[in-house]
C-alpha cells in the first residue's frame, strides 16, 4: 500500500483565441468559435454543461427589416462539439414581450411553452431552459460555465464574501436559485443595476460573464476563472480532505477488487433494467476516498445541479479496509449497505415530494466510494456511467476547494428534489428514444479479429450492446477494433488480446470486461481453426491444436463465463459458433469434425446446467464462410480444393452450388443468427442448434 497526495494542475488556463482565425467570421460563427473554445477545456465546463449566447442583428425572413435575434445554445448536446445548428435562434422583441405573460415564481413553468412562439427563422433547435438567463441579461455576448473552481466558491457558506474577497466587485452574486424564467429577471435586475459588473457568480451553481465582443466576452470568463484557481491554490487548507484516513491499495490489486466487486453490483441494481459499470481510480479520485473527510462530504451530497443531476444526490460509501483488505466481506455486506441506500432515498422521495412530482425512479445509487481502491459508477449505458464518473470529479474538485478554504454546503434536499422531479426534467426523459434490443448488455467476442467475429461485433454494437473482443492476433484484433470504433463510440468497443486455451489468460480476459464494462450477458464463442487431412496423416500436433482450442478453449471461456453470469444473478446467452461439420461427418477433416462435434455437444450439456440460473446456450452452425475468413486464407482453402479435385478460386462458386438454396453464405448472415440467439428474441430457446448453411440436407438437425 502506499499513501496518495493529488493536487490538481496548477498550469493556468490560457485563452487559445486566434484573431487570424477569428478575422472573417460572422457573428454566430464567432459564437460557434468562442463555444468550442470554452468547451474544449473540461475545467472551464463540465461534459455537456454550460451554455453561451449572442444577439445579433439579423433581417426577418418575412419584412426584410433588421431585427435582434438571441442565438443561444440549445438544449442538449456539447459546448466543445456544438454545431451551428445545435443553437436555438428566438427574435429578442418577442422574448422581452414575454414579461407581460409572466405571473410569478410559482408559474415559471409555464413560461417554457412561450418559448417556441418566439423561434426567429423556423429554428427545430429547442430552446433549453436557460434561455432567458441569457436574454435578458443586456449585454451582447454572455457566457455561462461550470468550472470547478468557480462551483467551489458558490458552495462555501460564505460564498458571497468570498465572491467580494476575490473579485473586488468586478462579479456580483445572487443567491441559489433553480434556474428558470424568474432566475432570469434577477439576473437582468443586477446587471442593470451594477453596470460596471463583468459577471456574476451563481451561489451552489455556477458563472456568468459577459462582454461587447466575444473575444472580450471569452477572455472575461477565462479571467474570472483564473482569478478563482490561482485564489483556492493559494488559500486552500493543507492536508486538503483532513489528509489521509487510509492508505490506497496498488494499482493491480485497485482492478482485482473492482472487477470482483462491479459484476456483484451490476447483477444486484440490475434486475428491472440492465446497467453498465465504469471504474476510476484516478489520483483525485483516490485522494478523496482514502481521506479523513470522506464521509461526512460524500454525506452532504453534490451541489451543482448538473452534477447530482448525473450523480444523484449522494454516493455510496462501501466499507472496506485496503490495511486489511477482504473481498469476500466486502461482497458480503453489498447487500446490507445497498438496502439502506434504496430506503434512505425512497424516505428522501417520500419527504420531498410533491402532490404532481412523478413517481419514483430507481432507487439504487449511480456512484459508489470505495476506500483505498477507487469509484465505479453504473449508468443505463457506458457513455452514461463513464460521464457520471467524470461529473463526480467535478464535486470532488468542488468539496476539494470548498472545505479547503470554508466550510463546503451541498443543495438543500428539497430544492435538490425539486431538480431531480422537475416535469420539465420529466418530460424531457419520456421523451427519450427506446431503448436498443441490446442496450444495458455486455457482449465477449473470441475471434474477434476475424471476418465472422466482426460482423458479429458489429451487429451486436449496431443493437446497442457493449463488445468486448479478444482474438489470439494482437495485431489483427487492434485493426478489428479500429474498424469497429468507426461504427460505434469509443466507449462501447474495447479489445484485449488473449489465448483461450490458456486458463489464466482466460480469467484475466473475463476481469478485463468486468472491469471494462461491469459484467458479462453474452458469449459469442466464435475463435477457430480448421484443417484437413486424411486420417493416416493427422499428425498427434493437428488432433491437439483443433482439440485445444475447439474444445479445450471453448469450455475455458465458457466455465469463466457461466461463473461470472451465476454471480451476476440475471442471466445470460451463450452463443457458440461451430460448424456444419460438427453434425456431417466429412472425409479428410477428422481432427476438426471430431472436435465440432465435441463443442456443440459442450454447448448442449452448458445449456442443461444453465437452465437453473437463466443462462441460456444454443450453437450456430455456418458453412463455408468464406468471404473475410481467417481460417480460408491459409492452407484450409488449398486443403478443401484439393479434397474436392477443384480450383483454389472457385472454392466460393464451388460451395454455392453445392448448397440447396445455391447461395453464398456471409459473415453477416452468421451475424444475424448470433445475434437472435443472443438477444431476448429467442429468451424461451436454449440447447438449439441453428444452421447458416445455405440448406444442407445432411445437417439437418433431428
Ligand atoms: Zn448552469
Avoid at 474538485?397 to 425539486?418: C, I, K, S, W
Avoid at 462458386?653 to 431476448?680: G, T, W
Wanted: aromatic share 8%; glycine share 8%.
Amino acid at each position: 500500500m502506499t499513501a496518495i497526495s493529488h493536487s490538481p494542475a496548477q498550469n493556468a488556463i490560457v485563452s487559445k483565441w486566434d484573431d487570424t482565425a477569428a478575422a472573417h467570421m460572422s457573428e454566430p460563427e464567432l459564437l460557434l468559435y468562442r463555444s468550442n473554445l470554452l468547451g474544449s477545456d473540461l475545467r472551464v465546463t463540465n461534459f455537456g454543461g454550460g451554455n453561451t449566447s449572442a444577439k445579433v442583428k439579423m433581417k426577418d425572413y418575412l419584412t426584410g427589416e433588421e431585427v435582434e435575434v438571441l442565438w443561444v445554445k440549445g438544449s442538449g448536446g456539447d459546448l466543445g462539439s456544438i454545431k451551428l445548428d445545435g443553437f436555438s435562434t428566438l427574435y429578442m422583441s418577442k422574448l422581452q414581450a414575454l414579461k407581460s405573460r409572466y405571473r410569478g415564481l410559482a408559474h415559471e413553468d409555464e413560461m417554457v411553452d412561450y418559448l417556441p412562439h418566439c423561434t426567429y427563422n423556423l429554428n427545430p433547435r429547442a430552446a433549453s431552459i436557460d434561455t432567458p438567463l441569457h436574454a435578458y441579461i443586456p449585454k451582447a455576448h454572455v457566457d455561462h460555465m461550470h468550472p470547478d473552481a468557480i462551483i467551489a466558491i458558490a458552495a462555501c457558506a460564505d460564498s458571497r464574501r468570498l465572491t467580494e474577497v476575490i473579485f473586488g466587485g468586478q462579479l456580483g452574486w445572487l443567491p441559489w436559485q433553480r434556474p428558470g424564467y424568474d432566475l432570469g429577471l434577477k439576473l437582468e435586475a443586477l446587471a442593470t443595476a451594477q453596470p460596471q459588473l463583468k459577471g456574476i457568480i451563481l451561489e451552489g451553481h455556477g458563472l456568468f460573464t459577459w462582454g461587447d465582443t466575444a473575444k472580450s466576452c471569452y477572455e472575461t470568463t477565462l479571467a474570472m476563472i483564473r482569478l478563482a484557481e490561482q485564489w483556492l491554490a493559494e488559500n486552500v487548507r493543507q492536508p486538503v480532505f483532513g489528509g489521509a484516513r487510509t492508505g490506497v491499495l496498488a494499482a493491480e490489486a485497485r482492478a482485482d477488487v473492482a472487477a470482483r466487486l462491479m459484476p456483484a453490483l451490476r447483477g444486484r441494481i440490475g434486475q428491472a433494467e440492465r446497467k453498465l459499470g465504469h471504474f476510476d481510480d484516478s489520483a483525485a479520485v483516490l485522494e478523496f476516498v482514502c481521506s479523513r473527510d470522506l464521509p461526512a462530504l460524500a454525506a452532504l451530497g453534490t451541489s451543482c445541479p448538473d452534477h447530482f443531476l448525473r450523480t444523484k444526490i449522494r454516493p455510496l460509501v462501501l466499507d472496506f479496509d485496503p490495511a486489511s483488505p477482504d473481498v469476500d466481506a466486502l461482497l458480503a455486506g453489498l447487500d446490507g449497505a445497498l438496502e439502506a441506500y434504496r430506503a434512505d432515498y425512497a424516505a428522501y422521495y417520500e419527504r420531498c415530494k410533491r402532490p404532481n412530482s412523478p413517481a419514483m425512479r430507481d432507487p439504487n445509487p449511480v456512484i459508489y466510494l470505495i476506500p483505498g481502491v477507487g469509484m465505479l459508477s453504473f449508468a443505463k449505458d457506458k457513455a452514461t456511467a463513464r460521464i457520471a464518473a467524470e461529473f463526480y470529479v467535478n464535486a470532488i474538485n468542488v468539496m476539494r476547494g470548498a472545505n479547503g478554504v470554508d466550510t463546503y454546503v451541498g443543495l438543500p434536499e428539497q430544492e435538490a428534489f425539486d431538480i431531480e422531479y422537475w416535469l420539465l426534467e420529466e418530460a424531457k426523459l419520456q421523451r427519450m428514444p427506446k431503448p436498443k434490443s441490446l442496450a444495458g448488455r455486455v457482449a465477449l467476442v473470441t475471434g474477434g479479429a476475424g471476418g465472422i467475429g466482426q460482423a458479429v461485433a458489429r451487429q451486436l454494437l449496431a443493437e446497442g450492446a457493449c463488445v468486448m473482443l479478444t482474438d489470439i492476433d494482437g495485431a489483427a484484433l487492434e485493426e478489428a477494433r479500429q474498424s469497429l470504433l468507426k461504427v460505434a463510440g469509443k466507449d462501447n468497443v474495447a479489445a484485449a488480446q488473449g489465448d483461450i486455451t490458456s486458463e489464466a489468460q482466460v480469467e484475466a480476459l473475463l476481469a478485463a470486461t468486468s472491469l471494462r464494462f461491469g459484467g458479462l450477458d453474452i458469449l459469442v464463442s466464435n475463435a477457430g481453426i480448421a484443417s484437413a487431412a486424411p486420417l493416416e496423416d493427422t499428425t498427434l500436433e493437428i488432433w491437439n491444436r483443433n482439440q485445444n482450442i475447439l474444445v479445450t478453449g471453448y469450455f475455458l471461456v465458457s466455465r469463466g463465463a457461466f461463473r461470472l453470469m451465476k454471480q451476476q444473478k440475471i442471466g445470460g446467452s451463450m452463443v457458440f459458433v461451430a460448424s456444419k461439420n460438427g453434425l456431417v461427418a466429412s472425409a479428410g477433416a477428422s481432427a476438426y469434425c471430431t472436435a465440432k462435434a465435441a463443442e456443440i455437444h459442450l454447448a448442449r450439456c452448458i445449456a442443461l446446467e444453465g437452465a437453473a440460473v437463466g443462462v441460456r446456450v444454443n450453437v450456430v452452425n455456418p458453412d463455408a464462410v468464406i468471404r473475410g475468413s481467417r481460417i480460408w486464407d491459409g492452407k484450409w482453402k488449398e486443403e478443401r480444393a484439393a479434397s474436392n479435385k477443384i480450383e483454389t478460386d472457385d472454392i466460393e462458386e464451388f460451395y454455392r452450388q453445392r448448397s440447396m438454396l445455391k447461395l453464398s453464405v456471409l459473415p453477416e448472415d452468421i451475424a444475424e443468427a448470433v445475434y437472435f440467439l443472443a438477444s431476448d428474441k429467442s429468451g424461451k430457446s436454449t440447447g438449439n442448434v441453428l444452421n447458416v448453411d445455405a440448406g444442407n440436407a445432411a445437417a439437418f438437425t433431428r
